[in-house]
Structures are given as C-alpha cells and as structure tokens.
C-alpha cells in the first residue's frame, strides 16, 4: 500500500530565508503524482504544487520548487524569501489516475521569525 | 471557474445529537467528492468518497454516514454525535479524470459537547 512521510512535524525559517519541507513515500507504482498542499491559519487546504512522476524536471511555482528523486522515492519542498504569509501547515500528497483517493502525509508545521 | 461552498462554517452540538453537513460544488459536473476529519493539529483523515450519485464509500467506520442526492452536492451526516466527532471537517472536489488533484472548500469546525 501506498504511504506518504514527512519526517519533521515542525520547521521554522527566518523571514527571507529558504526552508526545505521533506516528504519520503512509498510505491511500487511507476506513474503517480505527487503533491505539496498548504493550509494557513484559514485552515484553507490550498494546492501548491504538483509534480508527475514521468516528468524528470522538477516543479516549480515562483517561490516554490520540489526536489523530486523518484529512485529516491523523496519529494521536498523549497520555499524561497519566505514570507510570514508562508507560515502554515504543510502537506504532501500523492495519488495516481487509477486511484479515486489522495494518500496525505501527517503534514509539517512551517513558523515564519520575522 | 469551480467553486465549492461548505456550511454551516462552525457548529457546536451536544453528544447524542444529529449532525448534517452540506457540501456543494458549482462549475463542473459529475466530480468526485470526498470528506475529510482533521483534528486539532493534525493529519487528514478521509472519511468518505463518491465517484458519482449514490456511490459512496466509506473508509473508516464510525457513526458517520455520508449522502449524495444530487450529482454535486455531498452530505455529511450522523444520527447521534460523539465527543470523538469533534474536529475539522473538510470537503474536497476532483475531476474523474483526474482524481489525484483535489480541490477543497473552507471547511466546517464542529465542536461536540
């Protein structure tokens, strides 16, 4: 069965700093998606990213960008000039087209210091 | 553009109580519809899913049930609350082709007490 990890249940980054959120998952699937989500105080789940397993280029969405190792079977999330409005839950998904369902990391905690 | 809508935003019941949580959907047709628990300061629990009107299947099995009247509208439901339904309940929209890419709505923070 597919799972999703992340390892660290609490970051914190200074204000205009890089952080890097780490997600490890399993599958004996070659074709999949993998996603990071954002929930903010809101609780707004908020897509971020997305990346397809097939594709050897990593994702990236302005501030945002993903480390993906497929072989690795590792999906990390940078975020750039982090911003205090970066502060939020973070989530990594995975899922594939045959699959009805989103398996969903327990998710990592992101402080913004100003 | 989609647009999905949840209420009521925040309910406070007390135990033994019925529950009804509405979920709608506009801008698109025949989605997949999933509901999602999230307690305090923590992951997402998937409840239910439905792949099309009168198909609902349940993941976890609890004194939740879920409903689908209409192709885009999604119910949350119970007959008698527990302590334990308190939390975060969350409804999300995909395409069918694309299941894997969810699309969630605001969200409704019941409090059983």
């Known amino acids: 069965a597919q799972t999703v990890t992340q390892s660290q249940p609490e970051m914190s980054v200074q204000e205009a700093e890089t952080v890097t959120l780490s997600c490890t998952y399993d599958?004996?699937?070659?074709?999949?998606?993998l996603f990071w989500y954002k929930q903010p105080p809101s609780r707004q789940m908020i897509l971020v990213i997305r990346?397809?397993?097939?594709?050897?280029q990593n994702a990236t969405e302005n501030r945002f960008s993903v480390n993906f190792q497929k072989a690795a079977k590792s999906f990390s999330l940078k975020i750039s000039d982090s911003q205090l409005g970066d502060a939020a839950m973070y989530f990594c998904?995975?899922?594939?087209?045959?699959?009805?369902?989103?398996?969903f990391g327990p998710g990592t905690s992101l402080s913004v210091i100003p | 553009s989609q647009t999905i809508h949840q209420w009521p935003a925040t309910l406070v019941q007390p135990v033994g109580s019925p529950l009804s949580l509405e979920c709608t959907v506009e801008?698109?047709?025949?989605?997949?519809l999933y509901w999602y628990r999230q307690a305090a300061g923590r992951g997402l629990q998937l409840l239910f899913y439905?792949?099309?009107?009168?198909?609902i299947s349940s993941e976890v099995p609890q004194n939740l049930s879920a409903s689908r009247p209409q192709d885009r509208q999604f119910i949350l439901s119970s007959k008698k609350l527990l302590l334990s339904d308190s939390g975060f309940y969350l409804c999300?929209?995909?395409?069918?082709?694309?299941?894997?890419?969810?699309?969630f709505g605001p969200g409704t923070r019941l409090t059983v007490t």
């Open positions: 999300a929209w995909s395409r069918g082709l694309t299941p894997y890419e969810q699309y």
């Open positions: 599958t004996s699937e070659s074709d999949y998606y």
């Open positions: 990346q397809e397993a097939y594709k050897q």
């Open positions: 998904a995975y899922g594939k087209t045959s699959y009805d369902k989103v398996i």
């Open positions: 801008g698109t047709s025949n989605p997949n």
């Open positions: 439905s792949v099309g009107i009168g198909q």
